[in-house]
């Protein structure tokens, strides 16, 4: 119940800004947006991670319900990306490399896709090749876009 919520929550946000999300007020507005989307992308895949590492039981349902959190969830921090809006955890060869960039961050979102459908079928192996897949496309990114 928590985690429709929390979906509901993020279209209602998603809806709102989306109109906006091409031009924030401030550089760290586009900060704070595209941070607050990868965390609450995150937090969700980290409850699929344990699942596939065998750190919580598997749970077919909650399987499928983050995994479409993640799928929504990969779509909207490219907004916060824009011209101008540098800095955060982000390197500045986000910008200079946009086209390699934008290119990682397709991957990771078709592999959030994966993800889902694998979630779908509601089998254990299933989640954890594609979790694995999906982490791989995220480090893939941060190893060449991500400050620490």
């Known amino acids: 119940m928590k985690a429709i ?4 929550l993020a279209a209602l946000t998603a809806s709102l800004s989306l109109p ?19 965390s609450v992308m995150a937090a ?5 991670g344990a699942m596939a590492k065998g750190d919580v039981p598997f749970d077919a349902k909650a399987a499928q319900e983050n995994a ?18 540098e800095g955060g955890k982000a390197k ?9 960039f934008k290119d990682l961050a397709g991957k990771m979102e078709a592999e959030a896709v994966k993800l889902a459908a694998a979630a779908k079928q509601g089998d254990l192996a299933s ?22």
């Not at 969700?44 to 699929?48: V, W």
């Open 5 to 8: 919520r929390l979906l509901a």
């Open 20 to 38: 906006a999300a091409a031009q924030f007020a401030k550089k760290d507005d586009a900060i704070d947006y595209r941070q607050s989307a990868l």
């Open 44 to 48: 969700h895949f980290g409850r699929l």
């Open 68 to 85: 479409d959190i993640v799928v929504f969830m990969s779509r909207l921090p490219w907004a916060g990306f824009g011209p101008g809006t």
């Open 92 to 100: 500045a060869d986000v910008w200079s490399e946009n086209a390699k």
């Open 127 to 148: 989640l954890k090749a594609a979790f694995g897949a999906t982490a791989g496309s995220c480090k893939a990114c941060h190893d060449s876009f991500r400050s620490r």
